[in-house]
């Protein structure tokens, strides 16, 4: 018996989706780690990408609130569209506080963007194979971008915390972000806009060091960013 529980997850689902959106309204303040933060200074770290990579956030966020609230009017009942939601509640709940913790401690924002990227996985693969441009789809943006900056929190603190220095630790998450994203979007063999996202993020960590004195991640993004592609394109083909 389904009781209240599918639509209130729905419901749940919803107002979760609009704090997460609305969470960079209350820390105006966070523009990025800040160097001092790490016991070794990160400048220009090369793993970052460049700064309009980010503006991808205005469509994952405008994206996830037209899928929940589609799934909210047209499968609040829905057993697949229930299954997505209960692991994507988890993640835009912690999302919902990510900026606050990444204010106080890159240790602790790696962390949880890291649970946030496990259970964002975990809603895609629960995605609905209907209505996929109201489900899978914007949940792909979601966990393909995560899947980025997760690997992006950890060349952080390898290079801030002096574990390495800054171009291998690059070299080292650069090829991890790679790596997770063409086995994700192997294995799930649908949803291509995770994909799209890993390869955003990619490119614009090699856009971010095209003139620096780190080329080689430029060379090893793009390796990566082509890795990725394949089967992104294969997820791309009808049926």
């Not at 790490?38 to 469509?59: C, E, K, R, S, T």
């Not at 109201?134 to 574990?163: E, F, K, N, T």
């Not at 979007?185 to 004195?213: C, F, H, K």
């Amino acid at each position: 018996m389904q009781g209240p529980l599918r639509p209130f997850t729905a419901l749940l689902c919803f107002a979760l989706t609009l704090s997460f959106a609305a969470s960079p309204f209350f820390v105006d303040s966070f523009a990025g780690f800040d160097p001092s933060q790490f016991p070794v200074p990160q400048d220009n770290p090369p793993v970052q990408p460049a700064g309009y990579a980010f503006a991808i956030w205005g469509l994952i966020y405008f994206w996830l609130i037209l899928g929940a609230g589609w799934g909210l009017i047209k499968a609040m009942r829905d057993g697949a569209w229930h299954d997505m939601r209960l692991p994507l509640c988890v993640s835009l709940a912690l999302g919902t506080g990510w900026l606050s913790v990444a204010v106080l401690s890159p240790v602790c924002a790696s962390v949880l963007i890291w649970a946030m990227l496990l259970s964002a996985l975990a809603a895609l693969f629960m995605s609905p194979a209907r209505d996929r441009v109201w489900a899978a789809y914007p949940v792909g943006l979601y966990a393909g971008w995560l899947s980025g900056a997760s690997c992006v929190s950890l060349g952080l603190l390898a290079a801030g915390y002096g574990y390495l220095d800054q171009t291998t630790a690059a070299l080292v998450f650069v090829a991890v972000a790679a790596g997770l994203g063409t086995f994700v979007q192997a294995v799930l063999g649908r949803a291509p806009t995770y994909g799209l996202a890993v390869i955003w993020a990619l490119s614009a960590v090699a856009v971010a060091n095209w003139q620096g004195e780190a080329q080689i991640v430029t060379y090893v993004a793009l390796a990566g960013a082509g890795l990725v592609a394949l089967p992104t394109l294969l997820a791309l083909r009808p049926g």
